[in-house]
């Protein structure tokens, strides 16, 4: 599908040098002089490269289809992670390196979309908030400001992340997956 270059998102997937790109930033510039132009960073799905483009408001950008389908998690090994969609109850595997840190959110029966383009897998999306266990972490000083003194903890998923004073070993907390951040104790 062709979309203008004022419409490039970041999060995107393009087609563009027979390759699949990911948008990692993109800035939309009307400089005094001349047209307008869209600056957009991308990262190549297949070689893992960066690129940086600019792309005339004019032109039209290949963007590309991806299906979309809901997987649940089933577990992993060396060097996979293994899905089964719960309808026709196939199986797939996708690369650790595919999935990358998003992968040690993963838990047991854990509904997530996997985007397939050309009938390959090449990203996977969790739910928003998942819940996780606090593995250890530092006990609170009695008298430190309440004001976001964060302290390091350490998720029963090896994930290290910063959560407030009150949250102890054994405490279960709701976790953003698209930043890693603590939301809220469970």
Not at 104 to 109: C, D, G, I, P
Request: charged content about 25%; some cysteine.
């Amino acid at each position: 599908m062709k979309i203008n270059a004022g419409e490039i998102r970041v999060g995107m997937l393009l087609e563009y040098k027979n390759d699949l790109w990911q948008v990692l930033k993109t800035q939309h510039v009307k400089p005094g002089k001349g047209g307008a132009f869209a600056q957009v960073e991308m990262k190549s799905i297949n070689k893992n490269t960066k690129l940086n483009e600019r792309f005339r408001s004019n032109e039209t950008i290949e963007k590309a289809s991806l299906e979309e389908t809901t997987f649940n998690y089933l577990y992993k090994d060396e060097i996979n992670y293994f899905f089964m969609n719960p309808k026709s109850f196939e199986q797939i595997e996708i690369k650790k390196n595919i999935i990358g840190e998003k992968g040690k959110l993963l838990t047991e029966n854990l509904e997530v979309i996997i985007s397939f383009y050309n009938e390959l897998p090449i990203s996977i999306n969790l739910p928003n908030q998942v819940v996780c266990k606090i593995e250890s972490t530092d006990v609170a000083l009695k008298g430190q400001t309440v004001s976001s003194s964060y302290k390091p903890a350490i998720l029963d998923n090896g994930l290290n992340i910063q959560v407030p004073p009150f949250i102890e070993i054994g405490d279960e907390v709701i976790i953003d997956t698209r930043n890693l951040e603590y939301i809220k104790k469970n």
